[in-house]
């Protein structure tokens, strides 16, 4: 009954193009599902339906869902809600291994196998063929061979694994998942360490799967690959399944518009435009780019404007940030910051040079979770200070306090351990941490992901307070309303690469929302300053 | 009983490790009547409490430096070797004799003894600065990086003294490790000096909360513009002064000097000592008074396993039991346990 259920609810609110009804049955359908951690709702209702001999992509931007909603097809996390049916039967696996013996099998990002043992060891790791107790290593070697046949993949089944490329790991991989009889695959970002020639190879193996019956769920953030490789697709956001469509049916430009979202109102962004912002850029980056990391671009950024970071995720916001910061050094180019050259080799020479970047990672890159949270707001300014120039006791206290007061950080005292905290006030002291220092340049990535609406809107409100004073900011978020709304000037990245730069200068509908999508999308080339201007 | 006020105590991380050092002096005065009893005698201190603060000296130097190497996330199971190597130099370079002049009984050094002190530490900081490369910008796991000096230290030492045992025959510099000031044994003193330094290096500048922030998670302190690199370089060769200290300590004490058996497996009692202190092995939060009351767990407990007649074939179980009970409750699950039963039963 579920299984017919959610056919009538193939309408999904905001889908303008929903499915039409499709003849073919599903083999594994997830419905309703729920998920949670201490409160915060990972997954909302998510759905999913995968057929036999198809390959559908999954879509969605950092912090989607898809992760989970993988875990929770696999076996690593009980779902809280909703139904999993496996060619109409209900199944609800417990563990990886138990999903794996019905026919799921999974290939993460991250290849996980023994890289010293042989090709065919890794394939067939688990379940030896014995005799009489021993193994069997012929058999071994020859189940081997023949799964890799079945992929027409050419390699030795004798060659120690972590001798091989990336690529033909990943394709041992996905031999060692279709071995155990998978009927569904899930293919987790296969793509993201793989050169051109190397996907395309993948791909070929995608279709001789999916020619042969399974179903293969492809996990990307690159649209040109969903396009190429898919079928049907699903879109995810905030949790929840916005979407399912055929590719052929719905434009770049829909998905994009799924995946990050609309804004919810254009009302607030004219206040924030007429801010008039310095004409001589603060830093200037020329040519900046880092191999395998983003490609040479030119970055301005003014004192008292936002400059925001667009793009999909895996586009080179982050990588951008990090480079203008030093946590990854550039291979080329030059940075000049009022006018003079920077040398960035380590966040230590940006600290010094008056930059500050909170960035995406919270957990693992911004706090310390077991100090207090008055040393993880004085941990920057201390460190610019130097190891004698100690803050005495009283001044920590002061400092602490002030930023407690004036960020709202719901916290017992200053002298709490950081990690006790919620994450929006742990994102308040990182920002904290950065404000002590007084820079003049802030960098922020995500700053309001995973913290609460009310936690997100006062430290947008912050934020844009300390740009009229004068601050220069480096605005990323994955939601492009919150680019839009904040930001002067967008500079677009789409596959590591500056793409375009649109300005508030060229007209006051230069930022349109539509207009921004499409460039991201790469749906039509970066129009020019006159496109705005003239409409 | 105020249960507040006693949950409040048990909390705090120096509360077991004093608990069982009491418990173990407990145990020591109702088998030894005169265990607490001091005595001033020539101008000294004795006593069976001095004498276990006097032998825990170079423990207690030894795991000083040790908890700074491990507040970075690393450990040093070289400090052993070291010890061997900074006795082997100090020795060598002193030697001594007993010469009559002018039918006066004067002692001589081979190099003069500040010079000797001086390079033995200095040779003991460089083999910490060599751990701390290897460590640091080298990028090798650091229980590997150190144990290449620990097999190889007791080589050099054996090299530097030419494989003997080196005797030393020269009175100044037995008072390192025999010496009374002020009526303390001086190695008291200088363990004091080393406390005294590091706490105020810890608490006075700013080196405590960056060796805790890149400790406890370096990838956030580098963002912040914390230079680890340069940090943990630094804390291996303190470390190795602290080590160099101890060996000087060990061969004044002995009189000579034993490339094979100086600081034997002190490593290991430093490093039980650090973590019977309550800092955890996975770096960040260190406490320098929890090290010290670990050194004289152990080093107390060693004492009255021999003076309580315990055979000694099961002294190293003894000693088993005793750190293993200790390391039980640090675990926070089995404190929970141990406290709330004991409130129940009190109230």
């Given amino acids: 009954m579920c299984a017919r259920r959610s056919r009538a609810h193939a309408f999904f609110t905001d889908d303008p193009r929903p499915v039409t009804s499709d003849t073919a049955p599903a083999l594994l359908e997830l419905h309703g599902l729920h998920k949670a951690f201490t409160g915060v709702a990972a997954l909302v209702d998510a759905r999913l339906s995968l057929r036999a001999g198809e390959i559908h992509a999954l879509m969605g931007q950092n912090g989607a869902g898809k992760s989970t909603l993988i875990k929770v097809l696999t076996g690593v996390y009980p779902p809280d809600a909703g139904t999993m049916r496996l060619a109409g039967q209900p199944i609800r696996p417990g563990s990886p291994q138990q999903a794996q013996a019905l026919g799921i099998s999974t290939v993460y990002q991250e290849v996980n196998l023994c890289p010293n043992l042989s090709v065919a060891e890794n394939i067939a790791a688990g379940r030896m063929p014995r005799r009489w107790g021993w193994i069997d290593w012929r058999a071994v070697q020859r189940s081997a061979r023949s799964a890799l046949e079945r992929l027409r993949l050419d390699i030795d089944p004798g060659r120690t694994l972590g001798e091989c490329p990336v690529a033909v790991q990943q394709m041992v991989a996905i031999a060692r998942a279709v071995s155990l009889d998978a009927r569904v695959l899930v293919l987790d970002e296969p793509t993201s360490s793989l050169d051109e020639t190397e996907t395309a190879r993948l791909f070929e193996v995608m279709r001789t799967l999916r020619d042969a019956g399974v179903a293969i769920l492809f996990v990307t953030h690159f649209l040109d690959q969903a396009y190429a490789m898919a079928d049907r697709l699903t879109v995810m956001r905030n949790g929840r399944t916005v979407g399912e469509h055929r590719c052929a049916d719905l434009p770049r430009l829909a998905l994009v518009e799924q995946m990050v979202g609309r804004s919810l109102d254009a009302g607030d962004l004219a206040a924030r435009r007429a801010a008039a912002s310095h004409p001589v850029p603060l830093l200037a980056a020329r040519g900046l780019g880092r191999r395998g990391s983003v490609e040479p671009m030119d970055l301005d950024v003014r004192g008292g404007e936002v400059l925001g970071l667009a793009g999909l995720l895996g586009s080179g916001r982050t990588e951008t940030a990090r480079l203008l910061f030093g946590a990854d050094r550039a291979d080329h180019g030059t940075v000049t910051l009022d006018g003079r050259p920077l040398v960035l080799h380590s966040p230590r020479d940006a600290l010094r040079a008056g930059l500050a970047f909170c960035p995406e990672e919270r957990k693992t890159d911004g706090i310390v979770a077991e100090l207090s949270v008055r040393e993880n707001i004085l941990l920057a300014l201390q460190a610019r200070r130097g190891v004698f120039d100690h803050l005495g006791a009283a001044e920590q206290q002061a400092l602490a306090q002030r930023f407690i007061t004036l960020l709202g950080i719901k916290t017992a005292d200053a002298g709490m351990p950081i990690g006790q905290l919620s994450g929006g006030n742990q994102q308040k002291a990182i920002l904290a941490r950065w404000l002590a220092t007084e820079p003049r340049l802030l960098i922020l990535d995500e700053p309001t992901r995973g913290i609460d609406v009310a936690a997100k809107q006062e430290i947008m409100d912050q934020v844009l307070k300390l740009c009229d004073a004068g601050l220069a900011i480096v605005f990323i978020s994955s939601e492009l309303g919150e680019v839009l709304r904040t930001s002067q000037r967008v500079v677009v990245l789409r596959e590591r690469r500056k793409v375009a730069e649109l300005g508030l200068h060229e007209g006051h509908d230069a930022l349109d929302e539509q207009r921004v999508l499409r460039i991201i999308a790469g749906a039509d080339a970066p129009a020019p300053a006159r496109a705005g201007a003239a409409a | ?347």
């Fill in chain 2, 1 to 347: 009983m105020n249960r507040a006020r006693l949950a409040a105590l048990t909390r705090s991380p120096q509360f077991w490790p004093l608990a069982v050092l009491a418990a173990l002096l407990a145990v020591n005065g109702l088998f030894n009547p005169g265990f607490f009893s001091l005595a001033w005698r020539d101008g000294h201190l004795y006593g069976a409490l001095v004498d276990i603060l006097n032998r825990a000296a170079p423990l207690m130097a030894v795991a000083l430096g040790m908890t700074v190497v491990i507040a970075t996330r690393g450990i040093d199971v070289s400090v052993g070797a070291t010890v061997a190597i900074a006795a082997a130099v100090a020795a060598t370079l002193i030697g001594g004799s007993l010469v009559i002049q002018d039918g006066q009984q004067t002692y001589v050094t081979r190099t003069s003894m500040p010079i000797a002190l001086l390079a033995a530490l200095g040779v003991a900081a460089l083999c910490g600065l060599w751990n701390g490369v290897l460590v640091a910008v080298v990028g090798i796991q650091p229980i590997i990086a150190t144990l290449i000096l620990m097999v190889a230290g007791r080589g050099i030492a054996q090299l530097v003294t030419n494989g003997q045992i080196i005797t030393i025959y020269y009175k100044p510099y037995f008072f390192i490790g025999n010496g009374y000031l002020l009526g303390l044994p001086f190695a008291l003193w200088l363990v004091g000096a080393l406390l005294a330094l590091m706490a105020w290096l810890k608490h006075l500048t700013a080196l405590g909360l960056f060796i805790q922030a890149s400790g406890a998670n370096p990838a956030a302190a580098r963002l912040a513009g914390i230079d680890a690199r340069t940090l943990i370089v630094a804390a291996y060769a303190f470390c190795g002064v602290t080590a160099g200290l101890a060996g000087l300590m060990i061969s004044s004490n002995v009189k000579s000097a034993d490339g094979n058996n100086a600081g034997l497996l002190l490593e290991l009692d430093a490093i039980l000592a650090v973590t019977l202190g309550g800092t955890a092995l996975s770096g960040g939060r260190f406490s320098l008074r929890g090290s010290v009351l670990g050194a004289l767990i152990i080093q107390t407990l060693t004492t009255s396993i021999y003076s309580l007649g315990v055979p000694p074939e099961v002294n190293l179980v003894v000693k088993a039991v005793v750190v293993f009970a200790v390391c039980l409750v640090q675990s926070p699950q089995v404190r929970a346990l141990l406290t709330g039963r004991r409130l129940a039963a009190g109230g």
